[in-house]
């Protein structure tokens, strides 16, 4: 009921900013704003690239607002673009970075006992943006972003069963590395 | 409501985050004390959601709405500018043709009316300079066969009205009546 309330939101922003208003573009941006940058800062991980990122993706979405069907929501459809967006710019700046370097976990894990948690955060987060591809959208969309498995299958082009797979991997392989180094979780 | 292991499993995310009903939280932490596989899971969530990130700032949270309304206008202009151009070209192409098919039948009239012949110095009768559409067929000149050279030139002058031989190769008339047996020889062909 409150997903359908929200979607009716911005479906009806999306419906005056097509009639020509231009304040609903400043709705919808300060609306996703902080999601979308959040979203492109964990797949860049830099923030000067994140902030290029979230501008482009909202550029992108309202000049193409005409391929948005209202078939799904405005959210899911906006991450897509975010996604893609993100994509297309790591592709450009670092072709190399698409599996995870062990080389680097190595290295950084070698001081890894001295680290405080700021540290391990920050291996962690390397190690997350070192994942495969398709593993690192399903778990950051899953784990940070809040969608659910029907919204990331939308967003990544998916059924659920790969989001699912993808995912579970994901994080399944991130406490792998993390405990080889080292650096384990106990529950 | 009864939830399985797979269900509970899928939403560990949301119970890290506090996402989640009270039913299905209660469901979750009755089953997270029963499996170590999805309290591990569910703590290691927890640890990744302290990744906050790096905030970029007042400024650039306040300017973005900003930034991208002008930006999408600016887009929007460049592109309707575009379509009035797509729109614009084809019409230009076929005024342009229109204009090059007036142009080039003005200069190809202009030349012809340049050929007319030249009767000093022109054949009037060439092929290139007549208008053959225009005659009718009193305008086509009687064929010589048509004709009895005998009539022509055998007849006397007075009634035939020649004097072509008499008066410009000046035959007399026994020359005359050789020249007419000559022709009527040749079968009248003047050869």
Redesign the interface.
């Known amino acids: 009921m409150c997903l359908n309330k929200q979607m009716d939101e911005d479906i009806g922003l999306v419906e005056r900013y097509a009639a020509g208003d231009e304040g609903a573009v400043e709705e919808l941006v300060v609306k996703y704003q902080r999601r979308v940058f959040a979203f492109v800062y964990r797949m860049a991980n830099d923030t000067e690239e994140a902030k290029d990122l979230t501008q482009k993706t909202f550029i992108s979405a309202f000049s193409g607002i005409d391929g948005f069907r209202k078939q799904s929501s405005f959210k899911t459809w906006l991450y897509r673009i975010a996604l893609n967006t993100g994509l297309n710019h790591l592709r450009k700046v670092r072709p190399e970075e698409t599996e995870i370097d062990e080389s680097l976990v190595c290295r950084e894990a070698g001081a890894l006992s001295s680290m405080l948690q700021e540290e391990r955060t920050r291996l962690l987060r390397r190690c997350l943006g070192l994942l495969p591809e398709r593993q690192r959208q399903a778990v950051v969309l899953r784990v940070y972003e809040g969608l659910s498995c029907a919204e990331t299958a939308e967003v990544m082009g998916c059924s659920d069963g790969a989001v699912k797979a993808h995912y579970h991997s994901g994080v399944k392989r991130l406490r792998e590395v993390m405990k080889e180094k080292g650096y384990e979780i106990l529950a | 409501m009864k939830y399985s292991h797979e269900e509970l499993r ?1 939403k560990l ?2 119970f ?2 506090g ?1 989640i009903s009270e039913g299905e939280r209660s469901a979750l932490e009755l089953h997270l004390k029963e499996c ?1 596989g999805c ?7 927890s ?5 906050d ?2 905030d ?1 700032g007042d400024l ?2 306040k300017t ?6 002008l ?3 600016g ?2 202009d460049r ?1 309707s500018q575009g379509s009035f151009f797509r729109r614009v070209l084809p019409l230009t192409a076929v005024a342009g043709v229109l204009i090059a098919v007036v142009f080039s039948y003005v200069l190809y009239g202009n030349k012809r009316a340049a050929v007319e012949p030249d009767f000093f110095f022109s054949d009037p009768l060439s092929a290139t300079v007549f208008d053959y559409s225009v005659l009718e067929e009193k305008d086509i000149p009687v064929m010589t066969e048509d004709i009895g050279v005998r009539d022509v030139y055998q007849a006397p002058e007075s009634i035939s009205g020649y004097g072509y031989y008499r008066d410009f190769v000046s035959l007399n008339e026994r020359e005359m009546q050789r020249l007419a047996e000559s022709l009527q020889k040749d079968d009248n062909r003047g050869g």
């Not at chain 2, 309290?39 to 969530?45: K, N, Q």
């Not at chain 2, 973005?64 to 309304?69: G, N």
């Open positions: 899928e995310p949301d890290a985050r996402a170590p309290r591990a899971e569910s703590d290691f969530i640890e990744m959601l302290k990744f990130v790096e970029p650039f949270w973005l709405p900003q930034r991208v309304k930006e999408v206008r887009k929007n592109s």
